[in-house]
Every structure is written in structure tokens, then in C-alpha cells.
């Protein structure tokens, strides 16, 4: 793996000045950003929580815990993909990396079709962002799903971003511009979708598994 | 090649972007990663059907940092990266822990 590029002693040659060390720790540095995001919001959410057990443990309950736990499981499943995507990336089998990613996006998009299948249910008992009926809910209750709508759509959102990005890196690893030997894009990137899944994390058993 | 620390001063400018210490994650070590984050998954499914009063949540959250700790150490590579980053998502995690922390003291006491 080690090529080091030996460069003949005396030729200077072309020198990307590429410093893999601050490009992960720019990413990282973003990620925390991220972080604190998500963490106000979470926040929030126990806040409230506090304030309105009830309510909050009925909300809870009247979510699918089927489709958040398969949702669990279709994000760590996408996370193991991306992780799989780097070594292959450096062992030189770009076919496996391109199909693993790819995978990787499938598992977005799937993701992004269970939650608007979720959502979908809620629109139809009325349960819509900003409508009269929702506010006419008693406080806990409108909070609650208030947060819900909020925080599971902030973290669509990132799933939709993330997708995009890993597609981008999909085009960059075809076109020769990240490979084997200069990667970090592609670490960066699924850095970016590893945060999606950690976020889904706490947001699963949070919203789905209180009741 | 296996120095996760002491190797950033001699590779930061390789010119390649090869500047990496550790050689990259076996297929079969990252899978079995993946099993244990499903377990865990599970676990947390489970847990949620006994009524264990307040320490539903406790487990709950438990539960879900350790599925975390897996994420951020073997799939985003944390336990390779040098000392530097490591503090620094130290450093951010600790600060979140603050914020959440100071606001429970308050809140405990509100209701």
C-alpha cells in the first residue's frame, strides 16, 4: 500500500500540496457543528420532555416502531457499506467500492421512502407541520410532535445531503480524481454520513421506543 | 505500519495525500462491527417492552451511546486518528455533556 511516490532525488515534479491531516480535521471540525445542531435540539426535546411525560409517552406510542427500527436498521447497514467503500477504495477494487456505494445510496433513498410513508400516516390523521389541528392539540402534545416533524425532517435533510455527496464521490472515484492513494474525499464524505447514522441513533429510541 | 499517534510530522506532506498511519479496516472486522451494532439494535427494542419506570430511558440512552462509541471509533476511524482530533471530538462531546447537564440541574428542580 505504502507507494510514498519515491520521487528521483533533485526532480521537483508536480506537488499537490494535499494535507490529508487538516482536510479530516477540517471535516471533523464541521461535524461539531453538526453536533451541536442536532444537540440544541435534543436539548429541547428533553426539556420538554420533562415538562410533558404524558403527552410525550402517548406521542411515542403512536408512532411505528416497525418503520423506525427498520430505518435503524437500513442507516447502520448504509454506514457499514460507506466503511467497507474506504478499504476496498485502498485496496485498489474500485468495482466493489462504486457497488458498495451505491448500495450505500440505495439504502437512502429506501430510508427516505419509509419516512414518507410514516409521514404520509400522520398527514392523514391530520397531523400536518403548521395546520390548525396540530396547534389545536393539547400543549404536550403539539410539542411533541412538533419536535418530531422537526428534528426527523432536519435529519432527512441530511440524508438527502449525504446521498448527494457520496453520489458526487461516486463520480470522483470513476473519473480517477479520488483513488487508492488519495482518498480522503471519500473518508470525508462518509464521515459526513456516519454523523446522519449517529444522529438516528438517539433519535430512534427517543421518539420511537418511549411509549 | 501500525503507529496511530506518533506519525503526523513525518507524513503531513507527502504530496500524494497518503499521509494516513493505519492500514485500512478488514472487511470481516468492520462486519462484525455491524453485527454488533444489530445486536445492540435489538437490545434497545427489547429493553423498551419491559416497563422499567425511569430506567427505560436510562437503558435506553445507554444503550444508544454504546451503539454511538462503535460508529465513532471503528467506522469513522476515531481510535486510529492522531491525539489532536481525538481531544478535539473530546473536547465537543464534553462541551455538549455541559449544556445538557447544566440544563438539567435547572429543570430537575422547575417541576
Known sequence: MAEHTAMPPGTTGPVHHKDYHAAKMGMWLFLF???LLF?????????????FPMAFHAGGASLDVFLGGLNTVVLITSS????LSITALRRG?????LWL???TVACAGGFMVNKAIEWGAKFHHGLVPGSEHMAGLPQGQSIFYGLYFA???LHGVHVVIGASVLLWVMLLIRQGKVTGADYVVLENAGLYWHIVDLVWIYLFPLFYLIS | MTGTDSDTSASMYTGTGEAHAHAPLSYRFLTAVWVGLMVLTAVTVGVARVDLGYFNVLVALGVASCKALLVIFFFMHLKYENLLIKGMVLTAFVILAIAIGLTFVDIGYRY
Not at chain 1, 444537540?39 to 415538562?51: D, E, N, P, T
Not at chain 1, 477494487?93 to 467500492?97: A, D, G, H, L
Open chain 1, 33 to 35: 457543528t453538526e453536533i
Open chain 1, 39 to 51: 444537540g440544541g435540539l435534543f436539548l429541547l426535546y428533553a426539556s420538554y420532555r420533562a415538562k
Open chain 1, 80 to 83: 457499514l457499506t460507506v466503511a
Open chain 1, 93 to 97: 477494487e474500485i468495482t466493489r467500492c
Open chain 1, 101 to 103: 456505494l451505491a448500495f
Open chain 1, 151 to 153: 428534528m426527523t425532517g
